[in-house]
Each structure stands twice: as structure tokens, then as C-alpha cells.
């Protein structure tokens, strides 16, 4: 049964790979972004329906987009969101760009599932993955609040997918590898304005590697986008996973955070983990 696919950043790297991959099942695309007319339409071209949408927006501005594609479409299946960037800096050195980040990264993208909620909770289906990635795993130096929003999209998808299972809605976290996209491109890549010298000797090193792994990076996004839309669309009997990491780093970086988390509490139960009411859990 084709699927009708509501996708976010679908102007460049894995979201355009997402998008062109189903449309090459068949699939109806809705892609989004704030200047389609410039950044969508080669996927105009191939078939896909394109919005306008800044996820800024407030929430009845989102919702309003939602509408109008249900107006088109009459159903979405799957929503998809992308749509996202890196904030490079350190956490004192970043101020007012901390508004845009958190909007962009994280409540644009659940305002947008929750435009949808009440179509997916009407049909007793729908899928919602909202795509983090490696900087959710850990908060990273020079992107700090990169990372903190990648993270906080991670647990309340997390939520999200135990709040609506009731209602047949599948909710999963897509967590991306290092891909061969622009995401590093300095276009794409935002710097905070307010740089302080003494951490360049702390983070200099940093910010050069995020400019020289640019174009290095050992991800297929072709590959990436095939395997998001197989598992996302069901083919072959797989089910919607909670998390579905993608790429093999991915893989490593769960496991040494995992080995990481243990090892920095080994040892502090003893100091710090008898602290219940006495009496409390005594037979």
C-alpha cells in the first residue's frame, strides 16, 4: 500500500535522500522548508509536494501547514523530521542563538507531531521519527547545546512513543552516524557571535576539525535514506523500532557511552546510593 510521507529538511543531504527514496516506491512526498520555491523544486520536479514552513513558527502557524496538507492529501502516514543544525561554541559564549537552536532542533519539530496527533490518533495509525543523531549520546565541547537539544528531542520522543502506542501511533528515534552531507558546510554550520580568546586554546582545535571532517565523513546519505524509509514504511515485516540508529559508528558510540556512563559511576554506590527513609523497602 503506498504511504504519504510528511518530510522536513528535505532541501539537502539525508532529508532529500529520504524524500527521493520514497518517491521511488511509489509514495506520495510533502517536503517542506521556509523558501521551497528555491530549495524544493527538484523534488517538485520529480513528483513531491512542497510547503512553505519555518519552524519557528508558532505553534497555530505550524498547525496551519499541517491542515493544508491534509487539505491536499486527505492522509499522511509518516512524519519525518529532519530539519535541523550545529550551533558551534562553547556554553558561555552562546546567548541569544540559543532561542533559534531549541526552536529549530527541538520544539519545532514536536509541534509539528503534535499538529498531527489528532489525524494519527483518528486512523489508529501513523508513524512520527524525529531524526538526533550521535550528538544526543553525549554533550560534545564547542557543541554543547547542539547536543543538549539533539538530547532533549531524544527523551521526549522517547515519551512520546510510551503516551500514544495506545492509539496504534508508532514513535521512533532516528539516530544518525556521521554522513557525507553539508552539515558541516559552513553554510550550515552556524558560529555563535560572541567568541571569547581565552577558549581558543580549549576549543580552536575543534571548531578546525568540524571544518576538516567536512567532506570526509564516512556515511552513504543514499544508503542512510534507503534503509530509513525501508524500516520507517515497514517493508518486509520490520516493525518501527523505538531507537534505529544508522550507520556502524552509531553502533560504537552507544557502546562506549553505555561502558562510559558505567565506569563514572563505579564505585559510588557505596557513598551514594543508601539514601532511603529508614525502614523504607524493610520487610
Known sequence: MPKTWFITGASSG??????????????????????????????????????????????????????????????????????????????????????????????????????????????????VANVAGIGALRGAAAAGYYCASKAALRVVTEALRAEVAAFGIEVCCVMLGHFRTNFLDQGHRLAVRGRIDEYEDVLGG???????????????????????????AGDGGLGVPAVLPVGGDVFEKIEEGCARAIGEVEGLKEVAGYTDLQGVGES
Open 14 to 127: 539525508i532529508g532529500r535522500e529520504i524524500s527521493l527514496a520514497a518517491l521511488s516506491r511509489g509514495d506520495t512526498v510533502i517536503t517542506t522548508s521556509r523558501t521551497p520555491e528555491t530549495h524544493l523544486s527538484d523534488l517538485s520536479t520529480r513528483g513531491a509536494t512542497t510547503l512553505k514552513l519555518d519552524l519557528t513558527s508558532p505553534y497555530s502557524e505550524i498547525a496551519s501547514v499541517v491542515a493544508e496538507a491534509l487539505r491536499q492529501h486527505e492522509n499522511i502516514d509518516i512524519l519525518v523530521n529532519v530539519a535541523g543544525y550545529l550551533l558551534e561554541g562553547s556554553v558561555e559564549e552562546t546567548n541569544e542563538e540559543i532561542e533559534h537552536l531549541y526552536k529549530t532542533n527541538l520544539f519545532g519539530p514536536i509541534n509539528l507531531a503534535r499538529a498531527l496527533l489528532p489525524h494519527f490518533r483518528a486512523r489508529r495509525a501513523g508513524v
Open 206 to 232: 575543534i571548531r578546525r576539525g568540524f571544518s576538516a571532517f567536512h567532506g570526509r565523513q564516512p556515511g552513504d546519505p543514499v544508503k542512510a535514506g534507503n534503509v530509513i524509509v525501508r524500516v520507517l
